[in-house]
């Protein structure tokens, strides 16, 4: 609802749905002329979906061609769940591990902070909470983005 678009924090699976939402948009209205900001953190999706011959290569023109679209793709590099699933299942290295080979999209390395928690602090719950953690950089992006 605010004046430059819809404000989007997708997290895993859920970055798959909005990418999936943003090329279907492109394909069939002009509804995404703003739009808006997207924080994805550790994206199941394959690691090239945004390059100039990847799946939803519109994602990045979309957020780079308006003056109102800010995007950013957090990735961990010891992410459990996308070293281990995502990769046996789709037999290929997701963003949400080490982000995208070309920086179409700004992207931000949270290795340090996350470890290999996937948002969750069940399998390693000596870590300690996973928000605890990442609190810092939260509050940090959260302010460079306006959310």
């Known amino acids: ?21 943003l090329k279907l948009l492109v394909q069939t209205t002009d509804v995404v002329a703003k739009p808006g900001i997207w924080w994805s953190l550790q994206p199941a999706m394959h690691r090239r979906v945004f390059m100039d011959d990847g799946e939803y290569n519109i994602v990045p023109k979309i957020y780079t061609s308006s003056d109102s679209g800010r995007a ?23 963003l949400g591990q080490y982000g995208c080979p ?22 390693r719950s000596s870590l300690g909470d996973f928000f605890e953690r990442i609190k810092p950089i939260l509050t940090e992006e959260a302010d460079l983005y306006g959310i």
């Open 72 to 94: 950013i793709v957090w990735y961990s590099r010891l992410d459990l769940i996308l070293s281990t699933i995502y990769l046996l299942s789709k037999r290929g290295f997701a």
């Open 1 to 21: 609802e605010n004046r430059v678009g819809p404000t989007v924090i997708s997290h895993s699976m859920g970055s798959l749905v909005w990418a999936e939402t």
């Open 102 to 123: 070309v920086g179409r999209i700004p992207q931000r390395d949270v290795t340090s902070w996350v470890k290999e928690a996937h948002g969750m602090r069940h399998l």
